[in-house]
């Protein structure tokens, strides 16, 4: 079967691989990591000082400062990078051209969501040696490696989405790049809010969860479930779980705080084992392909639309 790379993505990596922008981005990148990684090891020394734990035990914790660091790092600009790529494209009036292309939409947006998708993990094979130490001298697992890789992979794709979406519907960079951290609140933020909202209505009306046979329900345990396409608490419950073996889900939910064991209704069939990662993975994914096949859609010229001119709507006729 002849596989053939994606022209766009051909083109764009070999573009900006002759460009001194890439070198530079790499060394910013670098040199965040280098300032994270020594006030990390000030930090464990200072805490080791007057301890008799072996520092080189402490060096694990290197891992999640890490890799949060760089996940941010990627969170704030894969979205900057898609943000642009069919905004700038109709900027610079070359979007007509491309369309012209014997390239499907959804390949054009394959093509520049896998651009900035690569240019992650080039970041992220960049920090490799830097990543290793908490394996080589810590004594973390080498599965955790291959599991951040997977996640950094997998919200990076979810971030080139976001702004590939954005990007679509708006003709000005800047526009885009706003909505694009706009729906960033929504999901880091606004997927949170029910679930602060109903504690502290339950604080304050003093309401507590029915128990039956030592597992506590309520209705209200089931906005928790808003949370599985809430990146945060992903990551959250990834490095908990690698780190601790403890899941912050069941922290959080209304039967670990109400001191049961179990908790019960359809959360219950997430919050236990390994669940809610595979939930939560299986959510974003089909929600950035759900942005993928939008913006496919949006930039679709056989698609008929209706535009606004002069205070009247008119109807667009379908491209020839």
């Not at 990591?33 to 090891?41: K, P």
């Not at 992220?124 to 001298?137: D, E, H, W």
């Amino acid at each position: 079967m002849n596989m053939r790379l994606n022209p766009i993505v051909k083109k764009d990596v070999k573009v900006q691989s002759r460009s001194m922008r890439i070198c530079w981005g790499v060394f910013v990148y670098e040199a965040i990591l280098a300032l994270v990684f020594f006030l990390t090891m000030l930090s464990i020394q200072e805490g080791n000082r007057y301890s008799v734990t072996n520092i080189y035990s402490q060096m694990v914790w290197l891992y999640p400062v890490l890799a949060v660091t760089q996940i941010v790092i990627l969170g704030l600009v894969v979205p900057i990078r898609t943000a642009s790529s069919i905004s700038g494209e109709k900027e610079r009036q070359t979007f007509d051209i491309m369309m012209t292309t014997s390239m499907t939409p959804f390949s054009i947006v394959w093509g520049k969501v896998m651009t900035a998708v690569v240019q992650s993990m080039l970041y992220v094979a960049a920090s490799m040696p830097v990543m290793a130490l908490p394996f080589v001298i810590g004594g973390m697992p080498w599965s955790a490696l291959f599991w951040f890789l997977a996640i950094t992979l997998l919200l990076s794709f979810f971030a080139a989405s976001i702004g590939i979406l954005c990007s679509s519907f708006c003709r000005k960079t800047v526009s885009a790049v706003i909505f694009s951290y706009g729906f960033y609140f929504l999901f880091f933020v606004g997927t949170a809010l029910p679930s602060v909202f109903v504690s502290i209505l339950s604080i304050n009306t003093g309401y507590s969860p029915v128990y039956s046979g030592g597992v506590s329900y309520s209705w209200w345990e089931n906005v928790l479930l808003f949370l599985l396409v809430n990146p945060a608490v992903y990551l959250t419950e990834f490095f908990m779980r690698i780190m601790t073996g403890e899941s912050i889900v069941n922290t959080i939910s209304a039967g670990r705080l109400s001191g049961t064991t179990q908790i019960g209704g359809p959360i219950r069939l997430v919050a236990t084992g390994n669940s809610w990662l595979i939930v939560s993975t299986v959510l974003l994914l089909a929600i950035s392909f759900l942005f993928l096949l939008l913006a496919a859609r949006r930039i679709n010229p056989m698609i008929k639309r209706r535009v606004k001119t002069h205070g009247r709507k008119k109807v667009s006729r379908r491209a020839a």
